[in-house]
């Protein structure tokens, strides 16, 4: 991968999250588990939403430009000049990291091994194949965080929520070197459809044939 694909692929905040091996479930107390109920249910009531985000890495650098959501799978996020020669998209099956300076073939990850696919599924759920170490009161907002208990290196997402009403505000995600990007979400507000291509990946491109020496 190069390192400008790989730079931009950790500002997106697709890398790999994964679980501490072998952590066990914490047990949470009645209250935690009542926001993490609602949580559970303001994602699963996330069908088709667009608005703005603005990302952070662990350096402070800042990317912003539009995203598109539709579960179950899709996701879009397009951005702002001067990088506007990135995208990255879901198809519900892979996610994929396009950028259009490049004529290589676009960086393409299966969207199970990203930390989307914990909002992305079909069916939500904080109690399978996922450890909850951790739910966290602010003012007006709660968080969790989350391991997915699936892979073996270190890493976690905490997802931010608005409190009343509830409401996705952002996430954080934090690999295995410690390299953290956070995601904040703005002006988001559901559509009645989205033109499909904007979840299509693209095709690979041919392999060039081989020169052949006369």
Known sequence: MSR????????TGLLLAPT???A??????AEDQALVDKAVLCLQSLSRVQGRFVQTDSRGKRSVGDIYLQRPGKIRFEYDPPNDAITVISDGNQVEVRNDRLRSNPERYPLRATPLHLFLAKEIRLDRGVVVSRVERGAGQFSITAF????????????????SPVALREWTTTDAQGQSVRVQLSGMKSVASFDPALFRVL???PKAAPKVTP
């Open 4 to 11: 400008f694909v790989s730079r931009r692929l950790v500002v």
């Open 203 to 205: 095709a690979p491109r």
């Open 148 to 163: 997915d208990g699936g892979h073996e290196r270190d890493g976690k997402i905490v997802i931010v929520f608005d409190d």
């Open 20 to 22: 501490i091996a072998g």
């Open 24 to 29: 066990a479930p914490v047990t949470l107390s």
